[in-house]
């Protein structure tokens, strides 16, 4: 297909107060101007971060979400990096990169 996104760790135990990195790498089969990304945790939070992003431009770290303090993502083509900060037992869960081409 077009677009391909690939998620590491595929599972990761922390101890509360660490920093967390998920990645998200994309490949695309041609070239694009923009990706939408969005980082989505389940347990009904939904969308914590999303941002347009133009795949051959980084993106310094930004903070995501008002309502996620903290919470930031870096953009470093191909790949994406959400942050979290001091996480508790309460950000347990699963997180999804997903990833939206925009033509």
Same mark, same amino acid.
């Given at each position: 297909?077009?677009?391909?996104?690939?998620?590491?760790?595929? @599972?990761?135990?922390?101890? *509360?107060?660490?920093? /967390?990195?998920?990645?998200?790498?994309?490949?695309?089969?041609?070239?694009?101007?923009l990706?939408?990304?969005?980082?989505?945790?389940?347990?009904?939070?939904? /969308?914590?971060?999303?941002?347009?992003?133009?795949?051959?431009? &980084?993106?310094?770290?930004?903070?995501? *979400?008002?309502?996620? &303090?903290?919470?930031?993502?870096?953009?470093?083509? &191909?790949? *994406?990096?959400?942050?979290? &900060?001091?996480?508790?037992?309460n950000?347990?869960?699963?997180?999804?990169c997903?990833?939206?081409? @925009?033509?």
């Amino acid at each position: 297909g077009a677009l391909r996104v690939i998620q590491d760790p595929d @599972e990761l135990q922390v101890t *509360a107060g660490d920093t /967390v990195a998920l990645g998200c790498r994309v490949e695309v089969a041609e070239s694009v101007a923009l990706l939408r990304m969005e980082w989505l945790r389940d347990g009904g939070l939904g /969308v914590l971060c999303a941002n347009r992003l133009s795949f051959v431009t &980084p993106l310094s770290p930004s903070f995501c *979400a008002r309502r996620v &303090p903290g919470v930031q993502l870096a953009w470093q083509p &191909p790949r *994406a990096t959400l942050s979290l &900060p001091q996480v508790r037992g309460n950000d347990s869960g699963r997180y999804l990169c997903r990833v939206t081409l @925009e033509i």
